[in-house]
């Protein structure tokens, strides 16, 4: 019912930024958190940032928090992720993923998941 469009991956230098844009399609949605999570090779799954759809919660993992920023425009039902001082260890694929209901870091409660894409930051 829900089909995410991710864009805005790339490889970059240490120090650079990026921006991660996710469409979502196929579904209108009343009230829907969006978030970013991450993979790198061999580790779990971890969580980067979400909004609320009023945009007045968001919530950050404390390895991004300074350098990263969510936002979005329910209009375009997009989700953004502005990703400024970038660092080797930011290395991973990024996956948009969005939920009805509020905030929250854990993926489990995510109901609908983007493709993923690469982000490589070089030393």
């Known amino acids: 019912q829900v089909q995410l469009v991710e864009s805005g991956g790339g490889l970059v230098q240490a120090g650079g930024s990026l921006r991660l844009s996710c ?3 196929g579904r209108t949605f009343s009230s829907y958190a ?3 999570f991450r993979q790198a090779p061999g580790k779990e799954r971890s969580f980067v ?3 609320s759809w009023s945009g007045d919660s968001t919530l950050y993992a404390d390895s ?3 350098r990263f ?3 979005r425009d329910n ?3 997009t989700v953004y992720l502005q990703m400024n001082s970038l ?3 930011d290395t991973a694929v990024y996956y948009c993923a969005v939920r009805q209901g509020g905030v929250s870091g854990l993926s489990r409660v995510y109901d609908h998941w ?3 894409t690469q982000v490589t930051v070089s030393s």
């Open 87 to 89: 660092k080797p260890e």
């Open 64 to 66: 991004v928090k300074g």
């Open 69 to 71: 920023t969510i936002s």
């Open 34 to 36: 969006m978030g970013w």
């Open 23 to 25: 469409k979502a399609s």
């Open 75 to 77: 209009a375009k039902n």
């Open 49 to 51: 940032a979400t909004i």
């Open 114 to 116: 983007g493709q993923g």
